[in-house]
């Protein structure tokens, strides 16, 4: 079957620090990834995607590049804010014509001063 | 910027009683999610809609929820005779279409707790 497996939170990093979330997938066919981010009170955001092998999505520093040899899609960011700090999703859609998401248990990043 | 918004941001109810959430799409979408979170857990699809009939739905989505679009701009998720364990955050969603590299917009979520 299809799932989304993410590393366990929390992780904790310090101001300008570099940041790794694994995300590795199972799929039937070929995925769209997807990592989401979810501020907090706020709901789920599309924080950027990835729709075929060897593709990186990028949006606000962060980046992640599909990769299928390793069925995996980590995020990354160079250097942290305080205002990173949140729960990241990584997701998968993939042979559904309804656009159905599958989520990984999510991984809060908590950014300190 | 348009947004997803969903009504109750809380909503606490007993046991057997039934609860309605409310959601208001983006306007100009066509395809409807409800997802939910079980504190601890992964987030799940549980049914997604579309011209005003449910176009795929999970296994978690049995004769217990409901879906509905009763007008022109609210997508409701009904839960008959609730149980404990549908405690959890549920997530409405809208997308313009269902295609796999779509982006949905997700809602802030209700957290329903069931005592």
């Known amino acids: 079957g299809n799932s989304v497996t993410q590393m366990e939170g929390p992780v904790t990093l310090s101001e300008e620090a570099f940041l790794t979330i694994n995300c590795t997938y199972t799929?039937?066919?070929?995925?769209?990834l997807f990592w989401y981010v979810q501020y907090p009170g706020e709901g789920l955001q599309l924080l950027l995607k990835?729709?075929?092998?060897?593709d990186k999505g990028s949006n606000k520093g962060f980046e992640a590049t599909y990769r299928k040899e390793t069925t995996s899609f980590h995020l990354e960011k160079g250097s942290v804010q305080v205002s990173d700090s949140a729960v990241y999703f990584c997701?998968?859609?993939?042979?559904?014509?309804?656009?159905?998401?599958?989520f990984g248990q999510g991984t809060t990043l908590q950014v300190k001063p | 910027e348009p947004e997803v918004t969903q009504t109750p941001s809380h909503q606490v109810t007993q046991m057997g009683q039934e609860v309605i959430l409310r959601c208001v799409p983006i306007s100009n979408h066509l395809y409807f999610y409800w997802y939910r979170q079980i504190l601890g857990q992964k987030v799940e699809f549980l049914v997604s809609?579309?011209?005003?009939?449910?176009?795929?739905k999970s296994e978690i989505f049995d004769d217990q929820f409901s879906v509905e679009r009763p007008d022109g701009s609210n997508f409701t998720l009904k839960i008959r005779s609730t149980k404990l364990e549908d405690s959890a955050m549920y997530f409405c969603?809208?997308?313009?279409?269902?295609?796999?590299?779509?982006?949905?917009?997700f809602g802030q979520g209700t957290r329903l707790t069931v005592v």
């Open positions: 997701a998968l859609s993939v042979g559904s014509n309804t656009g159905k998401l599958i």
């Open positions: 969603a809208s997308s313009e279409a269902p295609r796999e590299n779509t982006e949905a917009f």
């Open positions: 809609f579309y011209n005003n009939e449910i176009s795929e």
């Open positions: 799929a039937t066919g070929y995925p769209s």
């Open positions: 990835a729709t075929k092998a060897d």
